[in-house]
């Protein structure tokens, strides 16, 4: 079965740093890979889709990469703020049904102004 | 834009309770899911639909159960509930089409006492 990590489960930084966060995932066969942002007591908002096909998606501050091969994907959010500071997740959803969705357990990240 | 709504944030329930969440997604979407969020659990799959009527068990099914009967609303029951399913409740859709976004909604807080 898939299993997908991320690490570190929180971080800090100072505000106008560039960050990354990261996903792995064991099992390279992925239809594609989804980064969401949550905020404290609320649901996921989509952040960034990347197909199997793709290496990246870029949106704003926000690139978002994909290695199949070596299973992994990186979320790289430049020059982050204090309304950066939320839980960040990565899902992968498998060839077979739609419900073949694989979520990270999330990095918390916490931007210091 | 794509919007889930999930019409209850917050529910106080006593033991032995039925419950009904509801949840209505307002871009004809095929799928929908129901998920429960408890910490350092991450995301877990209860009940999905692919279609009207139609429904899959998930990774923890037991206790609950699903209804749906419109193609937007997908309904989550708990037939008697329990305290060990106090928990944060997410629901979401996304279209027939493998490769496509998932939205989620706001979530819903539940407590069993």
């Known amino acids: 079965k898939q299993e997908v990590t991320q690490i570190p489960a929180a971080l800090s930084v100072p505000e106008g740093e560039n960050l990354v966060l990261n996903c792995s995932f064991t099992?390279?066969?992925?239809?594609?890979l989804q980064w969401f942002r949550q905020d404290p007591g609320k649901g996921l908002t989509s952040l960034l889709l990347?197909?199997?096909?793709?290496r990246e998606q870029t949106s704003g501050r926000l690139n978002a990469s994909l290695d199949k091969s070596s299973g992994r994907s990186t979320l790289y959010i430049a020059a982050s703020q204090p309304g950066d500071s939320a839980t960040y997740l990565c899902?992968?959803?498998?060839?077979?049904?739609?419900?073949?969705?694989?979520f990270g357990t999330g990095t918390r990240l916490t931007v210091i102004p | 834009d794509v919007k889930v709504t999930q019409s209850s944030r917050y529910l106080v329930k006593r033991t032995g309770e039925k419950v009904f969440l509801e949840c209505v997604q307002d871009?004809?979407?095929?799928?929908m899911f129901w998920y429960r969020q408890d910490p350092g659990l991450g995301l877990r799959l209860i009940y999905f639909?692919?279609?009207?009527?139609?429904?899959e068990k998930g990774d923890i099914p037991e206790g609950y159960s699903v209804s749906r009967e419109k193609k937007e609303r997908f309904s989550l029951i708990l037939e008697s509930a329990s305290t060990n399913q106090t928990s944060m409740y997410l629901c979401?859709?996304?279209?027939?089409?493998?490769?496509?976004?998932?939205?989620f909604g706001e979530g819903s807080w539940l407590t069993v006492v």
């Open positions: 979401a859709s996304t279209t027939g089409v493998l490769g496509n976004t998932i939205y």
């Open positions: 099992d390279s066969a992925i239809y594609n």
């Open positions: 990347i197909q199997s096909s793709q």
């Open positions: 899902a992968v959803r498998g060839g077979g049904g739609a419900n073949n969705l694989f």
């Open positions: 871009m004809d979407h095929e799928n």
């Open positions: 639909s692919y279609d009207v009527k139609m429904k």
